[in-house]
């Protein structure tokens, strides 16, 4: 039977559900009775010591009555004795009534001291019973504090929940609104991919045409030139070749160096090695460039990289570039 109003731990569901218990008002039962035994056993405890300390002091003062009894009937034998009893009988029969008297009182010291430890015994025994019902109260109160938390996360988390609810279809309309959108988007995307497909064909015809013509004017000019100054002469030069090569989409450079092996090398090598030769001969060094058949490199390729090396270490053209 629920007999404390829990809140409902379901997080989908509004409605209680009927003939069902909360595992949370299970555990405080227990914890309740559990509290309710441990109670029981500390009064029962109590009320067996108490009656113990009752059922002592009766004793002592039975005791005392039997004392003051016995008393006043030695009083009463001694007073008849007195006339017929020496001084030695009565000297004895003192130190007797002393031993006797001292024993008892020995014993009612050990009792006292018994009721004693039995007295101070109840009373730990009730400061640890307070200190438990301390103890649960404050691991009930932080239960109820934590239940109270839960209960507030419930909330917050169906508020989320109704809200992401919300957000959902809301992106779901955005993203049918969208895909509309991007259909439309890809169809100009195609059509506007085509015409650049098309513009960058031309660029490319027009700028291998502006190449050719490049190469047209300079080689015009280059006639031009060699008309003014002495023809281009590789006697009494240190003569290197360099081959340009095209395998697909891979280029490759070979330098042939006078009295050295050829050497295969990348873009990035072949000038560093030039570069070392012009610095090492200057304008003595000759630079033949070699397109082989098997290359397939373009017309337009061969022009601009034979204009490149050439300008740059060649001791004509360098020469020519630098007037």
Request: no cysteine; glycine share 4%; net charge neutral.
């Amino acid at each position: 039977m629920n007999t404390i109003g829990f809140p409902n731990m379901d997080l989908y569901s509004d409605h209680e559900q009927g003939g069902e218990e909360s595992f949370w008002p299970s555990f405080t039962d227990i914890m309740m009775v559990i509290v309710m035994t441990f109670l029981l056993i500390t009064v029962a405890v109590i009320l067996n010591n108490w009656q113990l300390v009752d059922n002592l002091k009766t004793s002592i003062a039975a005791e005392r009555q039997a004392m003051a009894k016995a008393q006043s009937a030695l009083q009463v034998v001694q007073a008849k004795a007195k006339e017929n009893e020496t001084l030695e009988e009565r000297l004895a029969r003192l130190e007797t009534l002393l031993a006797t008297r001292t024993q008892n009182l020995h014993q009612m010291q050990q009792q006292q001291q018994q009721t004693q430890l039995a007295l101070e015994t109840t009373q730990q025994t009730l400061k640890n019973a307070q200190a438990t019902i301390q103890n649960l109260q404050q691991e009930s109160q932080q239960r109820t504090q934590a239940f109270v938390a839960l209960q507030q996360s419930l909330d917050q988390h169906k508020q989320q929940i109704v809200t992401l609810e919300k957000a959902r279809k809301a992106a779901e309309a955005a993203s049918q609104e969208a895909q509309q959108k991007l259909v439309s988007v890809n169809e100009t995307l195609e059509k506007t991919g085509r015409e650049l497909q098309t513009l960058r064909q031309k660029d490319i015809e027009g700028h291998e045409r502006l190449v050719s013509l490049q190469g047209e004017y300079d080689a015009l000019d280059k006639k031009y030139q060699k008309l003014l100054r002495p023809a281009r002469s590789s006697k009494n030069k240190h003569v290197v070749r360099v081959a340009f090569l095209k395998r697909g989409a891979n280029y490759s450079y070979q330098l042939t160096d006078e009295g050295q092996p050829t050497e295969t090398l990348n873009r990035a090598n072949l000038h560093k090695k030039l570069a070392g030769l012009k610095q090492k001969y200057g304008d003595e060094l000759y630079v033949k460039i070699i397109i082989p058949e098997s290359s397939s490199v373009s017309h337009a390729e061969a022009w601009k990289f034979t204009s490149e090396i050439l300008k740059r270490y060649d001791y004509y053209h360098s020469t020519e570039s630098s007037q």
